[in-house]
């Protein structure tokens, strides 16, 4: 173990400051937090907002605790949250596994890339929303379990990101670094695993975080069309048939799945965290 | 150890060695009419303008990159061969270290893809890193560690597979002039101890002249050998021996050789 650079006073310093960064880090939130309020609630007055436009946020708290027959709107979110993560969950599997290979598949063969790369930039440009509801009602009918065409739905916009991203950690090899790989006369397989591979992890992440997001929409997406019966996307669909009677509802709903979002993302970035602990920070 | 290297084997041929790069009007010729030989257990410097080709050359006996006409036999081989049977280990002028390896692990690298037996590799891997006096750092990642601790665990690297060769492609261009001072004892040190052949390419002329017993002086592009001067400054050399008034001569037949090279080609 080196020498320590502090002595027990600095060290001492040091401790305080990080303290309170974090201490800046709960005010910043606290601040962000407390300006949105102030945007919305002045939003409302200013330009003479019905309830039906854009609810006060007390109407929202309230809707989360409304009971219901099946009890309160909070624990029926949850629980249709936790259903929606979980096909969320096994699309980002699915299309991160996919995206990994394809861009596997690319690094090793130029022509394959410049084969199928424009049909694989083609088939995000397509609109999800209408090609959702031929999935959901195309694969119900194939008798897959309900859960699995969203699942698809939600890899459909996972995979692209990894692709990119892995073929960008992949490419971002130096020559120096592949020089020295054969100067020891490194096979094929060897330069993948002991290079190009762990070269590839923080552009893997990056495109983790923004399809661990990107799996969430996905999924709500596939619970938009007529049919299906559970996850935060079909109760959006209720919130907003009954917004005039309820609108603090729809905007429950809409903050249940943000919150999904967000977790998801986080549980990433954590993973991020543990895994590349060799960034220079 | 101070053995007279222009006595022993050749380890290194190269004969009308030409390079070409590219085709038409981008035609590049890097290297024309070439012909070098170097001696098993030799120091032996490669100096010259950026672009005369001495990198090249190097690369050209590493079999990173392959002539275009001529012969090059390395060990009595092919530089295939030669790359294939992992008879040398080389330093590129960045440390290129794996960031997401710790140091131990980054020496340990080669020892990994050349499949030596693992138990071995523990005690080469300290072996190396004492001998570069970096024993405290075995768990440190490549950023924790300065310009030139990074280049000392790039050669612990180069040589923990024991390569009969070693070759540097200006491995202290990068570092500041105390740093570059100290890695040349410490390079000699090593070389003193282990015996291998060492190329080296530099453009810097103390360098050239302190380390090695000949100097090998490039024109510019298209690159040629222009004259290889022989360096009879003792060995073991020290701190003094830059000081010493033979030093500056022989420094100064290099620069004058090259001044000459560089005014026929303009």
């Known amino acids: 173990m080196a020498e320590s650079l502090t002595s027990a006073p600095e060290q001492a310093l040091v401790g305080g400051v990080l303290a309170s960064s974090g201490l800046r880090k709960g005010l910043t939130i606290v601040g962000a937090l407390l300006a949105v309020i102030v945007v919305w ?78 049909y694989v930039i083609a088939s995000q440009t397509v609109p999800i929303i209408a090609v959702a509801p031929m999935v959901v009602v195309g694969m119900g009918q194939l008798g897959a379990p309900p859960w699995l065409s969203k699942a698809i739905i939600a890899a459909y916009l996972t995979f692209f990101p990894v692709t990119i991203n892995v073929l960008r950690g992949f490419t971002s090899v130096e020559r120096d670094a592949l020089d020295l790989m054969r100067s020891y006369a490194a096979t094929k397989a060897q330069i993948f695993f002991k290079l190009r591979l762990p070269a590839s992890v923080p552009y893997l992440f990056t495109a ?33 048939q009954f917004n005039t009677f309820n609108p603090g509802f729809l905007w429950a709903t809409i903050i249940a799945a943000s919150l999904l979002g967000m977790a998801f993302y986080g549980v990433v970035a954590l993973a991020e965290r543990f895994l590349v602990r060799w960034r220079h920070p | ?22 085709s038409g009007p981008d035609r590049v010729v890097a290297l024309q009419d070439v012909n070098l030989t170097i001696h098993a257990g ?61 140091v131990h692990r980054n020496v340990r690298l080669p020892l990994e893809v050349m499949q030596v037996e693992r138990s071995q590799w523990g005690e080469r891997v300290a072996k190396m890193l004492s001998m570069v006096g970096l024993d405290d750092f075995h768990n440190h990642y490549p950023w924790q560690l300065s310009g030139g601790m990074q280049q000392r665990v790039s050669i612990a690297r180069a040589l923990v597979f024991d390569p009969p060769m070693l070759l540097m492609d200006e491995p202290f261009g990068a570092l500041d002039e105390f740093t570059r001072e100290n890695m040349n004892l410490e390079l000699l040190r090593i070389w003193e101890q282990m015996g291998k052949t060492i190329v080296f390419v530099t453009h810097s002329i103390p360098e050239a002249v302190f380390l ?34 033979r030093y500056f001569e022989l420094m100064t037949e290099v ?7 560089f005014t026929k080609a303009v």
Not at chain 1, 214 to 231: Q, Y
Request: with cysteine; aromatic share 8%; proline share 8%.
């Open chain 1, 41 to 118: 609630e002045g939003s409302i007055a200013l330009f003479d907002l019905p309830e039906y436009k854009l609810p006060h946020l007390l109407t929202i708290l309230q809707a989360f605790v409304e009971p219901t027959p099946k009890g309160p709107v909070y624990q029926l979110l949850l629980r249709d949250a936790l259903y929606t993560g979980f096909e969320a969950v096994a699309g980002f599997l699915i299309g991160g596994v996919l995206g990994f290979l394809l861009a596997v598949l690319f690094i090793h063969s130029p022509l394959l890339e410049r084969g199928l790369l424009p």
């Open chain 1, 208 to 240: 983790l975080k923004i399809s661990a997001t990107a799996s969430v929409i996905g999924a709500i997406i596939g619970e938009l069309p007529v049919g299906s019966t559970r996850g935060l996307g079909v109760q959006i669909v209720y919130g907003s």
């Open chain 2, 1 to 22: 150890m101070t053995t007279n290297p222009s006595s022993s084997t050749p380890i290194i041929e190269i004969r009308n060695v030409h390079k070409v790069f590219g």
């Open chain 2, 42 to 102: 030799e120091f032996i410097s490669i100096v010259g303008p950026s672009g005369c080709g001495k990198s090249t050359l190097l690369r050209l006996i590493s079999d990173l990159l392959q002539a275009t006409q001529g012969e090059i036999r390395v060990n009595n081989k092919t530089p295939h061969q030669a790359r294939l049977d992992r008879d040398y280990g080389f330093v590129f002028q960045a440390p290129t270290l794996y960031e997401w390896r710790t």
């Open chain 2, 212 to 245: 090695s017993s000949r100097v090998v002086v490039m024109s510019p592009r298209p690159g040629r050998i222009a004259s290889v001067v022989p360096i009879d400054l003792p060995y073991p050399r020290t701190f003094e021996t830059r000081e010493s008034e």
């Open chain 2, 255 to 261: 620069r004058e050789t090259l001044k000459e090279e």
